[in-house]
Each structure stands twice: as structure tokens, then as C-alpha cells.
């Protein structure tokens, strides 16, 4: 009989933060769910703790929110020991201002990046309520999810939205002995492919150029395994959820 282990579900784990966490996490012995558009296979040569990983299409969250609950459904409690979401997944687009941007691409990335977190989020917290087990939803937010920037309106909007979403959701699942702890976390400035299509913007279009230039230039960004460090140092605090807005620079 296979001992129960921590189980955690990434989406999003096949390059950047992402990807970071999935290993970390694996060595530390969780099992893994992980959901991205292409499967990481490096994934499978680091730890010897259970992982699955799907292939999905946030574009379309539906099929792959009902896929999620009914897998989660199927667990027992004796399954594991304890349960984690972390919604990791955005999808972006060209830096630059709302008027004349890709229809197409705008929707793409509020679907992927707002809507697949929330009904992710739902299939999660309905389908694992009667596990008995401590259960956790992580929301990688942004700064910009709180400060406004001209050229970046669409992130922007998603990640107010989770962060938003998220004090709701802690506001309901407070109401519950065994609710899940919520949280939307900034996870700081990291050096991936976001950074380098915002510094590689047209800066006739997308004023704030010179600043994310300045981050890469003076050495200001986090490599994703130093941000995954972060990420889950405040995942493991025992007040995770206690503010379900927050940022890794938060004092513990």
C-alpha cells in the first residue's frame, strides 16, 4: 500500500516560476498534478514522488475544470495528506495600449489567465471538501494586479480580478470549519519570458519600457528558483491565508 504523501496541482509548470515550483516541490516529496500546454519531461527525472501531468488548453478552462474535479473526486482520504492549488498560468500579450490590441489575443489571455483560475479554483475547493485534509489555494498575482500601467491593461485586469476573486473566496471559506486558506501572492519580479517581452516593448507604445529595462540591467530580478524559494517559504507560513492579498516581501 502506497503511503499518503502532500499533493499539490500546478498549472502552468513547464517553463518560468512554474516549472520551478514543480521541482522544488517534488523533491520535497509532494505527489504532483501539473497542467500546462506541453509536459515538462525534465519534470520526471527530479524526485521519485508520484507525477502526473496534463496537456490542456486554459483558452477553453471548462473541459479541463471538469476533467480537475472529477480527478480530485476520486481521491481517497487516505490519498493524501494534505491538498494544494497553485494557479500559476498567465497568458500575455503584446505590450501596449487597449485601443487597437489583438481581439483575439486579449481574449485568449483573459481566459487563461482569470477565467481557468477561477473555475479551476471552484472544481478544486467542491471536489476536495470532503477529503478531511488541509487544503490551500495559492494565486500568483502580480504588483500590477494593484497598481495601474499604461500599456499592460489586460494583465493588469486579470490579476486585480484574482486578487479580488481571492478576498471573496476567504471570505467563504471562512464561513467553513475545514475551509481551504486562500491566497493571491505577489511573488516579486522575476526574470522570465514576461520580463523579456516588457523590456523588449516598443517603447513608443509602451511607456514603462525603460523601467523593466533598468530591472534586467541592475540585476533586480529574481531567478525563478529564487522566486520559487520565496513563493513557497510564505506558502508554508503558518498565517498563509491570514491576509488573502499578499506579496512575498510581506514580514512574517
Known sequence: MTAPLPLTIITGASRGLGLALARTLRQRGHRLLTLQRQPEISLEAVGRTPVEQWSVDLTDPVPVARRLRDWIAALAPSDVTSLTMINNAALLVEPGPLAGADLEAVSRAARSSLEAPLLLTAAFLEASAGLGVARKVLQISSGLG?????????????????????????????RHASGARVCSLAPGIIDTDMQVQLRGGDPA????????????????????????????????????????????????
Not at 160 to 171: E, I, M, P, S
Not at 227 to 246: E, I, M, N, S
Request: hydrophobic residues 45%.
Open 146 to 174: 494593484r497598481h495601474a500601467m499604461a500599456g499592460s491593461a489586460v494583465y493588469c485586469a486579470v490579476k486585480a480580478g484574482l486578487d479580488h476573486a481571492t478576498r471573496c473566496v476567504a471570505l467563504e471559506e471562512a
Open 205 to 252: 507604445v509602451f511607456p514603462e519600457q525603460a523601467r523593466f529595462a533598468s530591472f534586467k540591467s541592475e540585476g533586480q530580478l529574481d531567478s525563478p528558483d529564487t522566486a520559487a524559494a520565496k513563493v513557497l517559504a510564505y506558502l508554508d507560513r503558518a498565517d498563509f491565508g491570514a491576509q488573502p492579498v499578499a506579496s512575498v516581501r510581506d514580514p512574517g
